[in-house]
């Protein structure tokens, strides 16, 4: 989602900025931050006017939940829907209070008085049929026997109908096998996002939304992309991946199995850049994870296990020539090795 812009006192700012503020309010708000925590969240403002901007709009427009008493707050976290199915940890009362933040800001303002495509997916996404929290991988069965694997972060809802078999995807990604349809008429299956549509043909696929794109990649069967405004279609076929914006279809190329071990609960890496790595690895953590562009391009390889990310990243100066800074529990910076 890197890329999209929204707007915070009636200028553009960067999403990834605009989620930041939302992190932080959230840590503050939990009631359980730490001296380090506040220090950094200062530190975090003053370093760029754009921080500081979208901070005091996130304030702004949330002042009423910021005044939550903290008894209500436990309360409503304790009758939240997600409650119902594990109890509520400290990083999950997080979670639950930054969507708080979200929905508070998106019921004032829209989401920073949102004037891009991809904003409203958020708010959707509060509401979604099927989700998954940070680092939560889930899989189902649908009426169809569709089966679905839905990746961390991810959000559906599904609109079947006489007529089509329709998922939309609001964030994230889902892994899907599609059953053989056998009543009459016959009911496509598609998958909408953002940018388009994704139109399954016997088909064992992924659709992922990330940074304005819809990515795709087929493992069995083929799969045809649709721009949403856009007169070019493409059809991807098994063993390739593909994607497209709102406008344009972007090239298909092959794609290697590896990009699906999420499934099995591993990110595998060959020669990865570590800033590429710390993007896959922050899709399974909560808080913020990044790299001085020093070491950006150091490259990676292995197999790594997404249930013990902190294990992962303390093991990164084994292999690379770089110290692993927690600043706190929830900001991660990887930083050129300093001689000893």
């Not at 409650?83 to 009362?93: E, G, H, K």
């Amino acid at each position: 989602m890197r890329g999209a812009t929204v707007y915070a006192q009636g200028q553009p700012i960067d999403l990834a900025i605009a989620m930041q503020a939302a992190e932080w309010l959230a840590t503050l708000m939990s009631g359980a931050s730490t001296p380090a925590e506040k220090t950094a969240w200062q530190q975090w403002r003053q370093a760029h006017p754009d921080h500081e901007r979208a901070w005091k709009h996130i304030e702004s427009v949330s002042g009423g939940l910021r005044q939550l008493d903290a008894q209500a707050s436990r309360k409503a976290l304790l009758h939240s829907p997600n409650s119902r199915s594990r109890p509520v940890a400290s990083t999950s009362r997080r979670h639950s209070l930054r969507l708080l933040a979200w929905v508070s800001t998106i019921g004032i303002t829209g989401w920073f008085g949102a004037r891009s495509e991809y904003a409203p997916g958020f708010a959707r996404a509060a509401l979604a049929d099927l989700s998954t929290g940070v680092g939560e991988r889930r899989e189902l069965t649908l009426a169809d026997g569709t089966r679905l694997h839905l990746n961390s972060g991810s959000a559906v809802n599904i609109r079947f109908s006489g007529a089509q078999r329709l998922l939309q995807l609001l964030q994230g990604e889902v892994f899907i096998a599609t059953a053989r349809e056998t009543g009459l008429p016959y009911r496509p299956f598609l998958v909408e996002t953002a940018q388009g549509h994704a139109q399954a043909l016997g088909t064992r696929y992924s659709v992922r939304q990330a940074d304005g794109n819809t990515v795709v990649a087929v493992e069995e069967g083929a799969v045809r992309l649709t721009p949403r405004h856009g007169e070019a279609k493409l059809l991807i076929q098994a063993g390739q991946g593909g994607g497209m914006t709102a406008q344009k279809i972007l090239p298909a190329h092959a794609v290697s199995p590896d990009i699906w071990a999420w499934r099995r609960g591993l990110l595998l890496a060959d020669a990865m850049p570590l800033r590429d790595f710390l993007h896959e690895l922050s899709r399974y953590r909560h808080g913020l994870l990044g790299c001085d562009d020093g070491v950006a391009a150091l490259r990676i390889s292995g197999v790594f296990p997404l249930a013990d990310l902190d294990a992962v990243l303390l093991s990164l100066p084994d292999s690379l020539p770089v110290d692993v800074r927690l600043r706190t529990r929830y900001w991660v910076q990887v930083e050129a090795r300093q001689p000893r």
